[in-house]
């Protein structure tokens, strides 16, 4: 069974930082690229980051690039997203993707709620 386990979220004031994990089981992990998404209330869910399945090649949305760094550690099958100098703008759900390399094939994790606020 796959599951994806997303932690760290919660609420942090403009400026502030916050590192979200994603625990990874059921899958060879090192056959997946890991992504990071965020879907704000009434909007469509958008990549945030995604990081290549050996960790050598990583991307991020405009948005977000100088101030999050998405990060994997193969050994304890896990994904981190590090956000920094949060804006209230960032306030959304996060999910954790894994997407299997070469293939349509994906799996999400339950999310988790970032709120960023004064």
């Known amino acids: 069974q796959v599951q994806l386990v997303e932690s760290g979220g919660g609420l942090v004031q403009p400026g502030g930082s916050l590192r979200l994990s994603c625990a990874a089981s059921?899958?060879?992990?090192?056959?997946?690229?890991m992504n990071w998404y965020s879907q704000a209330p009434g909007k469509e869910r958008e990549l945030v980051a995604r990081?290549?399945?050996?960790?050598?090649?990583?991307n991020y949305a405009d948005s977000v690039k100088g101030r999050f760094t998405i990060s994997r550690d193969n050994a304890k099958k896990t994904a981190y997203l590090q956000m920094n100098s949060l804006k209230p703008e960032d306030t959304a759900v996060y999910y954790c993707?894994?997407?299997?390399?070469?293939?349509?094939?994906?799996?999400w994790g339950q999310g988790t709620q970032v709120t960023v606020s004064s």
């Open positions: 059921g899958i060879t992990f090192t056959s997946y690229t």
């Open positions: 990081i290549s399945n050996t960790g050598g090649s990583t």
């Open positions: 993707n894994a997407q299997l390399f070469g293939s349509r094939l994906s799996y």
